[in-house]
């Protein structure tokens, strides 16, 4: 087992922990703040070791990755020309082939939608990340900043493109982390977390209840996605969650117990999908041929750190409640949101950023609860390390309203076929590391994205 010396919890992170507050910013402040997300794509990015890995798409319900290398550098600049900052465009081919993501339900619907698409030369697409550089940085030097910047500014557009590299940031440290290792050389200074080896108490934590107010209001200081503004009240009884993120130690067990070879812990379409893929374990850890598992991090291969938090999609975190029997569940939104406030309460320094494995401190989960040195009887890893499955699908808050510039951001999630996650993981930055941040996914999905177990007192 790798075992490293465990660091003080302070630790210098690859992201900016501070988002631009929209009353009191300057263009220098833009400009650093569009820097560092730019350059950690670009950095994540020239971890290929060989271009021909861009025509590959190493996770079959998403694009190639040479889609991703375009796709934040078009968004941006159609953006600004929607809001009149950029009048011209750099190559219009570019700029209708790269607009839009995917989010298919079979590999098949998206080699449907795909197949006939002629990708650029690699070279080409660097070249105009080059020319969309040099032209956001002239709309940040050129343009009046006017503050507050809300959400009919002008600059808003520029913020919604630096927020959404900060999103593909994450999206794509997971499709890479999918690729054969030998394609990928991890960057200089990148880090991966320590590990002790041993697998920590998992307490119940009783969480009093209160009532919850759901939603960013409209005039907040930082920029928001349409989904987290709404107003919404929710009356959370007392209840039980567990003090950590389950661990991988702990999600081995019910590997061991057979929690895969037993239809009774998975209802008829997690089981279909476990059956057609042949799921035997969580996608990122290796059986070798003696029965151990080791562990793929985004660049390596790793032994199977047991106090890291084990990442599952929702189909594995619900089959492995029902295996723990009783009442056992996953959080609901509002629950998360009392846990976190009361967690923060009864919490030293709780405020500080380097309580949270967030902002790319590690480019890895961490042993759960290490950011948690003054807890006292709270939840660890509520914000960071990984993201949290909810047993709440993804829904709109009353007064939700889409935002012209990016009408489908939301909205057409809201099917009742995309589970909600909160807390961010370790790869999130920007304002989608704030808590308010409501994140979702396809029950089937994967992301940097765990769970702990909850359960009610009634």
């Known amino acids: 087992m790798q075992t490293i010396s465990k660091p003080k919890t302070k630790t210098a992170k690859l992201a900016f922990t501070q ?106 697409v660097w070249e105009y ?23 009919e500014h002008p600059m808003w557009a520029l913020l919604m493109g630096i927020e959404h590299s900060c999103i593909h940031f994450e999206t794509s440290s997971m499709l890479l982390r999918q690729l054969p290792v030998d394609k990928l050389q991890r960057p200089e200074n990148w880090h991966y977390a ?9 307490k119940m934590r009783k969480i009093p ?28 009884k007392p209840f039980l969650a567990s003090e950590n993120l389950i661990t991988n130690g702990e999600f081995l067990e ?34 070798e041929n003696n029965g151990k598992y080791r562990y793929r991090a985004v660049f390596d291969e790793l032994d199977l750190p047991l106090d890291w938090p084990a990442e599952v999609n929702y189909y ?31 919490s030293e320094d709780s405020s500080l950023e380097n309580n949270y494995n967030l902002n790319i401190s590690f480019i890895s989960p961490s042993p759960v609860g290490m950011f948690a040195n003054n807890q006292k009887s709270g939840l660890s890893d509520l914000r960071g390390n990984v993201w949290e499955w909810l047993s709440s699908t993804f829904y709109p808050l ?20 995309h589970q909600m996650m909160l807390g961010g993981s370790w790869a999130t930055n920007g304002t989608m590391a704030l ?15 765990g769970f702990r177990i909850a359960e009610s007192l009634d």
């Open 19 to 124: 988002v631009p507050k929209l009353d009191n910013c300057s263009q220098e402040t833009l400009q650093n703040y569009f820097e560092n997300s730019w350059n950690l794509e670009e950095t994540l990015f020239h971890s290929l070791i060989s271009s021909d890995t861009f025509y590959l798409n190493p996770d079959s319900l998403r694009n190639k990755l040479i889609f991703y290398l375009g796709h934040s550098a078009v968004f941006y600049i159609n953006k600004l020309i929607r809001v009149g900052l950029l009048e011209n465009r750099i190559n219009s081919q570019f700029e209708i082939l790269f607009e839009l993501g995917v989010d298919p339900e079979t590999p098949d619907e998206l080699e449907n939608a795909t197949k006939d698409i002629n990708w650029p030369d690699v070279s080409q």
């Open 254 to 287: 019910f590997v061991k117990a057979g929690g895969y070879e037993n239809p009774d812990y998975w209802n008829l379409e997690s089981w279909s999908w476990k059956e057609l893929y042949n799921v035997q374990h969580p996608k990122f850890w290796i059986l």
């Open 209 to 236: 209840g209160g009532v919850v107010k759901l939603g960013k209001k409209d005039d907040d200081l930082t920029f928001g996605w349409d989904s987290e503004y709404g107003s919404l009240e929710v009356e959370v």
């Open 435 to 449: 808590p308010c941040y409501r994140n979702w996914f396809r029950p089937f999905f994967y992301q940097h994205v």
């Open 398 to 417: 009353p007064g939700f309203k889409t935002h012209h510039l990016y009408e489908e951001q939301s909205a057409p999630f809201f099917d009742n076929k």
């Open 316 to 346: 594995e975190a619900i089959a492995y409640c029902r295996w723990k029997g009783g009442n056992t569940r996953l959080m609901t939104e509002a629950e998360w949101n009392q846990a976190l406030i009361f967690s923060q309460e009864i």
């Open 129 to 151: 990340r080059e020319k969309a550089k040099a032209e956001i940085t002239k709309v940040i030097k050129n343009t009046p900043l006017n503050l507050p910047i809300n959400q």
């Open 194 to 202: 320590p590990t002790n080896g041993k697998i920590p108490d998992n």
